[in-house]
């Protein structure tokens, strides 16, 4: 069982080109999501999905796309990287309560690494 | 705008004693309480998750929740050197259920 598996683990880019952070899971959860973590900081939601085809943002969305075609994969896409945007991504799935009321926690991936110079 | 506010920190604590970890949030309607921790160069790991007013315990762990005062702790007892990481306060609200984490409190545990 993979959980959530992200691809690249690490990457350089130079300003303005663009990338595809890959993101799939295999537990068949709805609700997926993006954060970005920059040194001594939380994590900072970028885009959530809660299903195929739905998708919404968060609380730093600039700079970045999502798109959310299957179940399983929610890629992350930067267009014109900036330096802002060196950071640790991370994306999760949520599992919930029978009632569906309830989050009961997030799986994440292993992170990628993300520079830009 | 959702704020979760953690004690800055750093910790540190000896070995075998308590790490008491603090954590405010601002949002009433918040449902889900969680505790991560996170090793360097890791990815957040789920510790513990407490949704009713009241202590929550988990072997060395115990989470506390005290919604009137928009409130959750984390005690660690018998603190070990391999509890030594970052942990993040994270809060479940909104129409997807997403975390608010904190900023997170290091704690070092001295052997």
């Known amino acids: 069982n993979a959980g959530v598996t992200q691809t690249p683990k690490f990457r350089i880019l130079k300003i303005g080109q663009s990338m595809t952070l890959q993101c799939t899971q295999d537990m068949n959860h709805n609700y997926m999501y993006w954060y970005r973590q920059d040194p001594g900081m939380g994590l900072k939601l970028i885009y959530y999905?809660?299903?195929?085809?739905?998708?919404d943002k968060g609380e730093v969305p600039n700079g970045y796309n999502v798109s959310r075609s299957t179940t399983e994969d929610f890629p992350l896409r930067l267009e014109l990287a900036a330096p802002s945007q060196t950071s640790v991504y991370f994306c999760?799935?949520?599992?919930?309560?029978?009632?569906?009321?309830?989050?009961?926690?997030?799986?994440f991936g292993s992170g990628t690494r993300l520079t830009v110079v | 705008q959702k704020e979760v506010e953690q004690n800055s920190g750093p910790l540190s604590v000896p070995e075998g004693a308590i790490a008491s970890l603090n954590c405010t949030y601002s949002?009433?309607?918040?449902?889900?309480f969680f505790w991560y921790r996170q090793y360097s160069g890791k990815s957040p790991e789920l510790i513990m998750s407490i949704y009713s007013n009241g202590d929550k315990e988990d072997g060395r762990f115990t989470a506390q929740l005290n919604k009137a005062s928009q409130y959750v702790s984390l005690l660690i007892r018998d603190s070990q050197p391999s509890d030594s990481a970052t942990y993040l306060c994270a809060v479940s609200s909104g129409s997807a259920r997403q975390l608010t984490f904190g900023s997170g409190t290091q704690l070092t545990v001295l052997p």
């Open positions: 949002d009433r309607g918040s449902q889900s």
């Open positions: 999760a799935s949520s599992s919930f309560s029978r009632t569906g009321l309830r989050n009961v926690g997030y799986t």
């Open positions: 999905s809660v299903g195929a085809g739905i998708t």
